[in-house]
């Protein structure tokens, strides 16, 4: 397995980057709060789990250790695979997934685009026992970005695009995106309207 990626960022997109390792661009998916992160020819280092299918080898991406760890174990879970379980460290900081899962906060955990109430139930059944509650956060790192003057509708479809590959229907996603920005064309800076989307989609 791949443990861990260090090298300078050649592409930074909403939920992925480019970090050359050796000569060769690893292409790693991450949450919109790490990927924000980032800044193109900056050297970074990130921990990372290699996920092997059939038809592909796709690469996550986490700020920490403890991000990765729980990536890794909701999907222990039945119906949990790498996408939802991305989804679910989007919308919830690492912190906040323990604690609901260890009090079975249901209602925090079907705030995640993709699992209903039955799911969470399985997920608190499941892990309840085995995560340790650690820590403080309130949901995805980062605050917004100061609003600049922008490129109005194509942030806005980048932010809807990003939010519809999360698991929210397109509806969902024009709302939150029309919410955080006030109907007003958006700042330039799309992580900024991305991360405030998602803190609104998390209510």
């Known amino acids: 397995m791949i443990a861990s990626v260090r090298g300078p960022v050649r592409h930074v997109g909403l ?21 924000a992160e980032l800044r193109p020819g900056q050297e970074v280092t990130l921990e990372t789990t290699l996920v092997v299918r059939e038809e592909s080898l796709t690469l996550y991406g986490f700020a920490d250790p403890d991000a990765r760890a729980l990536f890794e174990q909701v999907q222990t879970v039945s119906g949990v695979g790498p996408r939802l379980a991305l989804a ?4 919830l900081a690492p912190a906040e997934v323990r604690r609901a899962l260890a009090q079975g906060d249901l209602a925090t955990l079907t705030k995640v685009p ?3 109430r039955k799911s969470a139930e399985r997920l608190v059944l499941e892990l309840k026992d085995k995560v340790a509650v650690v820590g ?3 949901g995805p790192a980062g605050a917004p970005a100061v609003p600049a003057a922008g490129e109005g509708e194509a942030v806005a479809s980048q932010v809807r695009e990003a939010l519809e590959g999360l ?10 995106v029309s919410t955080v920005t006030g109907g007003e064309e958006p700042p330039a800076e799309v992580s900024a309207v991305l991360r405030a989307a998602l803190r609104e989609l998390g209510r």
């Open 15 to 35: 939920d992925r980057a480019v970090v050359e390792l050796g000569g060769v661009g690893l292409l790693v998916h991450a949450t919109p709060a790490t990927v």
């Open 88 to 91: 679910m460290l989007s919308v």
């Open 114 to 116: 993709g699992i209903g």
């Open 136 to 138: 403080g956060g309130t």
């Open 167 to 176: 698991g929210w229907s397109a509806r969902q996603a024009a709302d939150a």
